[in-house]
């Protein structure tokens, strides 16, 4: 989020995201130890769209949503032509700059959520944890509970 503060945007994906916030993950990692199921996947069962999560984010930060390909290009050209001491006060400013070669090499696609991951099942996982089972599905409200804590933590100066 700090780097979206610099770049002045965010990035827009269609695919779904299928989180799980900390607290809930740790517990449910936890129940899942003791399945009967040999492998079974950390992931929410009920997969929202990326927007859900990160519209509310982007209009709390006052920024755009762009597409991906306009968010990396900006990204990019942030530190072209920059001296090198410029530029590493823009990478400590923009996190996001120390891996831009992880997002130039991302692949977009319908069956990878936005940044790559590839969708699992949580059938298995859901059976296993009851913490999973119940979990809602993640929303604005989480959202800016998440920005909430950001900038409590320090993590987020705005």
Not at 87 to 100: D, F, G, N, Q, T
């Amino acid at each position: 989020c700090s780097s979206s503060l610099v770049q002045k945007r965010l990035t827009s994906f269609s695919q779904d995201i299928t989180w799980i916030p900390g607290y809930e993950g740790a517990k449910a990692f936890t129940e899942m130890r003791h399945a009967s199921e040999p492998i079974v996947h950390l992931v929410h069962p009920r997969p929202v769209p990326w927007r859900t999560v990160i519209a509310p984010i982007a209009a709390e930060l006052e920024v755009p949503l762009v597409p991906y390909e306009a968010w990396l290009s900006a990204l990019e050209a942030s530190t072209r032509g920059v001296a090198a001491e410029a530029e590493l006060e823009l990478m400590k400013a923009s996190p996001a700059l120390r891996i831009v070669d992880f997002f130039r090499g991302l692949r977009m696609s319908a069956d990878h959520e936005p940044l790559g991951m590839v969708y699992l099942s949580s059938e298995k996982a859901v059976r296993a944890s009851r913490t999973l089972a119940g979990m809602p599905a993640l929303d604005a409200g989480r959202a800016r509970k998440w920005l909430a804590a950001w900038r409590k933590s320090g993590f987020l100066n705005i």
